[in-house]
Nanobody, 124 residues
Framework: QLQLVESGGGLVQAGDSLRLSCAAS????????MGWFRRAPGQDLEFVAA????????NYADSVKGRFTISRDNAKKTVYLQMSSLNPEDTAVYYC?????????????????WGQGTQVTVSS
């Protein structure tokens, strides 16, 4: 069973940057596409970004394109989400998820394993 643990969340001001990390354990990390999703208060789960299991393909939600960057380090079994130009609308609990041999889908149903989430709060 693949286990995922997010870290790096916190309280920042609008315009600031933040980097989230998601560390995987349990099985070999490489065959999994990794995604980031978020849930704002009172809102549905929203796709943020994903990266294929090879790392060759990245996929971003329009709301974060140009501001967020997803990357992975298979040797460290870690995926990152570098967030810049944060605004209050980015406030949410951020979750990472894993999809076996995935290509970086935006569909949450494709992801079999999920972390517990890390809170990101952006003040205006």
């Amino acid at each position: 069973q693949l286990q995922l643990v997010e870290s790096g969340g916190g309280l920042v001001q609008a315009g600031d940057s933040l980097r989230l990390s998601c560390a995987a354990s349990g099985f070999t990390f490489s065959p999994y596409a990794m995604g980031w999703f978020r849930r704002a208060p009172g809102q549905d789960l929203e796709f943020v970004a994903a990266i294929s299991w090879t790392g060759a393909t990245m996929n971003y939600a329009d709301s974060v394109k140009g501001r967020f960057t997803i990357s992975r380090d298979n040797a460290k079994k870690t995926v990152y989400l570098q967030m810049s130009s944060l605004n209050p609308e980015d406030t949410a609990v951020y979750y990472c998820a894993a999809d076996t041999y995935g290509l970086g889908s935006s569909a949450e149903s494709e992801y079999e394993f999920w972390g517990q989430g890390t809170q990101v709060t952006v003040s205006s």
